[in-house]
């Protein structure tokens, strides 16, 4: 059985406090902030939601709900895991490990062309927030993304969004997938060891990991995805990546739950919508500014325009992610995949 890093929040009915299981330096009651007097709980039930890294400032929207304390207000119970790789929340999720994954977007789509239904009740980012990142050594014989060929590239987890994109952003430059080595080397720590020794002469991570590297002069930005620009200069369109994502079948019997759960997230969006960087990072964990308090920051402040306001599918979103899938991915490009069964609004536009 694999142990996850968990946080966790649970409603005013089960507990007035925060367990927190396992991961280090978890955020006390009092920095967490309880919020108003929940709605009732809904009959006890808890909801598991596995994030692809929760210390990623891609998935920040999920950790700042709960440290504002709006699962608690909407009265829903709701535990958040952490694995390192967004298809590894993808493979907890299809086996029932949990309810929900926080995880790129693609990912919907990818299942249906493999039978399964997957849908995004609430889209969180509109861009990848990824950063091709370069190695200082390796600079000078890597200026595009036409220099891939013979390199050995970075990538959180073989089957991720970051592989995706890697992939996509070769062919697209003329690279074909056998032309080049991803490497998995997960996020955060283990990605700038991998770019410090030498494993990989470059990858895609996004922030704080991005603005670590720069700050210990490892790596430069090749390629950068954070921003509605960037994303249609490297993609074509906005590419809506960081989303809740949950099985169909589960979405369809427990509407109240994923109502409640979309109305903490929203109110969390425009949270942030309306405030400034410095003002959400003191509001997120300690132990999430690994590199410092104002490096940290930095990283919220540059990857904040990837985030959506409402949490609505920008609407040509959904069209550009398959066109990006399947330029690679022969069964994304023979099958037929339902679009509008990849995500639904239904819940974010109720949401208050």
Aim: with cysteine.
């Amino acid at each position: 059985m694999r142990t996850f890093r968990t946080f966790t929040r649970l409603s005013a009915a089960v507990t007035a406090g925060v367990l927190c299981l396992a991961l280090a330096g978890c955020a006390d009651e009092a920095s967490g902030g309880p919020g108003p007097k929940s709605r009732d709980a809904l009959s006890g039930e808890q909801v598991k939601i596995m994030v692809g890294g929760l210390d990623k400032v891609i998935y920040l929207p999920v950790i700042l709900a709960q440290m504002l304390g709006h699962f608690h207000d909407e009265g829903v119970s709701v535990k958040l895991l952490t694995e390192p790789a967004g298809v590894q929340a993808t493979t907890a999720l299809v086996s029932g490990e949990v309810q929900g994954a926080v995880g790129f977007y693609d990912h919907t789509l990818d299942l249906q062309a493999k039978g399964k239904s997957v849908e995004s009740v609430v889209q969180l980012a509109r861009t990848p927030g990824e950063v091709e990142i370069v190695s200082t050594k390796a600079a000078s014989g890597i200026t595009s993304a036409k220099d891939f060929k013979g390199r050995k590239l970075g990538v959180t987890g073989l089957g991720s969004s970051t592989d995706f994109l890697t992939k996509y952003l070769a062919v697209k430059n003329g690279v074909r997938v056998s032309e080049f080595t991803p490497v998995a080397v997960g996020a955060g720590q283990t990605f700038v060891a991998a770019l410090q020794r030498g494993s990989v002469d470059a990858g895609m991570t996004t922030d704080p990991t991005v603005a670590q590297i720069l700050a210990k002069g490892a790596g430069k930005v090749l390629i950068d995805m954070r921003t509605p620009e960037g994303s249609r200069a490297a993609l074509g369109g906005l590419y809506p990546s960081s989303s809740l994502y949950m099985n169909t079948s589960w979405v369809d019997g427990h509407k109240e739950i994923v109502q409640r759960l979309a109305n903490a997230l929203v109110k969390t969006l425009k949270w942030m919508a309306s405030h400034r960087p410095e003002e959400i990072a003191a509001k997120m964990p300690a132990d999430y500014a690994k590199g410092g308090k104002e490096l940290y920051t930095k990283a919220i402040a540059g990857t904040l325009p990837m985030f959506t306001e409402d949490g609505v599918m920008p609407e040509d979103g959904p069209r550009t992610v398959h066109e990006v899938l399947k330029s690679f991915n022969p069964e994304l490009g023979h099958a037929s995949v339902d679009l509008s069964r990849t995500y639904t609004t239904e819940f974010v536009k109720k949401a208050g």
